[in-house]
Structures are given as C-alpha cells and as structure tokens.
C-alpha cells in the first residue's frame, strides 16, 4: 500500500461530507423560502380582508390544537437533520486528517511513498 492511497481517501471523504452539508444546507434553504413565501401570502390575504372590512380566517388557527403531533415531527425531523450535518462535518474533519497522513514526509504508519 503506498502513502498516496491516504490522501485520494481523504478527498473521497471531503467530497462526501461536503455533499451531506451543501444536502442540509439546500433542505434549510428551500425549508426558509417556503416558509417566508406562505407568510408573505398570509399578510396579503390579512391585508386584503382588512381593506375589504371582512374578518380574516388564519390558515393556521387549528395548529395549537395538535402541538403535540407537530412537536414530535419537529424532533424527528431536527434529530435527523443534525445526523446529517455532524456526519458531513466529521467527514470533512477525517479527510483533512487523511490528506495529512498522504502527505506527511517520510511516510507513517510504516507505509511509504511509491
């Protein structure tokens, strides 16, 4: 086995925990926009009503009801979240490692350049 084989699966494990983080990174900003964009819509659906002199109806009104079902999602859903995230991040961290030990000087390990 020669020294090189370190720092190709070093880059292997960069490249893998780079795409777990840009995942969560994607998830979160389409998660934010989704969310923003059904509050604008709500503050004109509000605004419209106010205007015309009717009473809103808030989408959202029967949510307090069921906080017990949207709480369990929501740990659910942030417990595998963060498994992504800190997997992607200790991948990262193991292939700088990795890519260190490629290109020490003088080998290590007893596993020499070729």
């Known amino acids: 086995m ?16 780079f ?14 926009r989704r969310r923003r964009l059904f509050e604008l ?6 605004s419209r009503a106010e205007n015309a002199g009717n009473a809103y109806d808030d989408p ?4 307090y009801m069921m906080w017990r ?5 929501f740990f ?3 417990t595998m979240r963060g498994r992504i995230f800190y997997s992607g991040v200790v991948l990262v961290l193991l292939g700088f ?18």
């Open 19 to 32: 795409l777990l983080i840009a995942f969560e990174w994607r998830h979160m900003f389409i998660r934010e």
């Open 41 to 46: 819509e709500h503050d004109q659906g509000r």
């Open 69 to 73: 079902e949207l709480q369990q999602l």
């Open 97 to 114: 490692i990795f890519q260190v030990l490629g290109s020490w000087p003088q080998g290590v390990f007893g596993v020499k350049s070729c």
């Open 2 to 17: 020669c020294q090189q084989w370190f720092s190709i699966a070093g880059l292997s494990l960069d490249i893998t925990g």
């Open 60 to 63: 959202r009104s029967a949510e």
């Open 76 to 78: 659910e859903e942030w």
